[in-house]
T-cell receptor
Framework: AQKVTQAQTEISVVEKEDVTLDCVYE???????LFWYKQPPSGELVFLIR??????QNEISGRYSWNFQKSTSSFNFTITASQVVDSAVYFC??????????FGGGTRLMVKP | DAGVTQSPTHLIKTRGQQVTLRCSPK?????VSWYQQALGQGPQFIFQ???????QRGNFPDRFSGHQFPNYSSELNVNALLLGDSALYLC?????????????FGPGTRLTVL
């Protein structure tokens, strides 16, 4: 199976700091999709972004930004000026054969006031 | 517009028992996928249903089976429960099988096997 690796298992920052969550993936596909999800303590996965392999432009949505680099198979996620409400587990995922998602192990982000 | 709903929210079973988990997809969605999330890990794909048929399956034994009904809702059945089946079971729905379609996740069912 093509793996998704999130090397940072836990990150702790103080509110208003910027934080980057790393994601590296394996693929033999030429066309593929990458995703980021947020999982708050309630357990429900919340979709944040979808990126296809043909679009290497960085994307910004409010305080969130994503850096996709096909050459290094990375899809990193940055939160600017972090807030306590950003505390959650964040998952990077890649679609594999068919419509299944392969998730990384997740990064637990703790934002302290 | 109701999102993905799952029942029950929590369940406690003993080894060897059987369990059935239920999922209702988001309105307008016709595809349901099931994931298992062990504590401290990322979700793992179990299988996906579309048009009442299992379309894709992850690396899970035959003890895990499912069903999709004409109204697109779905059930996940696990037989001969093992301690290692303790996990959060997540249901996700989407429209069609296209890989780029966003999957919406439910709140999950937390299964504890004693």
């Amino acid at each position: 199976a093509q793996k998704v690796t999130q090397a940072q298992t836990e990150i702790s920052v103080v509110e208003k700091e910027d934080v980057t969550l790393d994601c590296v993936y394996e693929t033999r596909d030429t066309t593929y999709y990458l995703f980021w999800y947020k999982q708050p303590p309630s357990g429900e996965l919340v979709f944040l972004i979808r990126r296809n392999s043909f679009d290497e432009q960085n994307e910004i949505s409010g305080r969130y930004s994503w850096n996709f680099q096909k050459s290094t198979s990375s899809f990193n996620f940055t939160i600017t000026a972090s807030q306590v409400v950003d505390s959650a587990v964040y998952f990077c995922a890649k679609h594999n054969a068919g419509n299944m998602l392969t998730f990384g192990g997740g990064t637990r982000l703790m934002v302290k006031p | 517009d109701a999102g993905v709903t799952q029942s029950p929210t929590h369940l406690i079973k003993t080894r060897g028992q059987q369990v059935t988990l239920r999922c209702s997809p988001k309105s307008g969605h016709d595809t349901v996928s099931w994931y298992q999330q062990a504590l401290g890990q990322g979700p793992q794909f179990i299988f996906q249903y579309y048009e009442e048929e299992e379309r894709q399956r992850g690396n899970f034994p035959d003890r895990f089976s499912g069903h999709q009904f004409p109204n697109y809702s779905s059930e996940l059945n696990v037989n001969a429960l093992l301690l290692g089946d303790s996990a959060l079971y997540l249901c996700a729905s989407s429209f069609g099988l296209a890989v780029y379609n966003e999957q919406f996740f439910g709140p999950g069912t937390r299964l504890t096997v004693l």
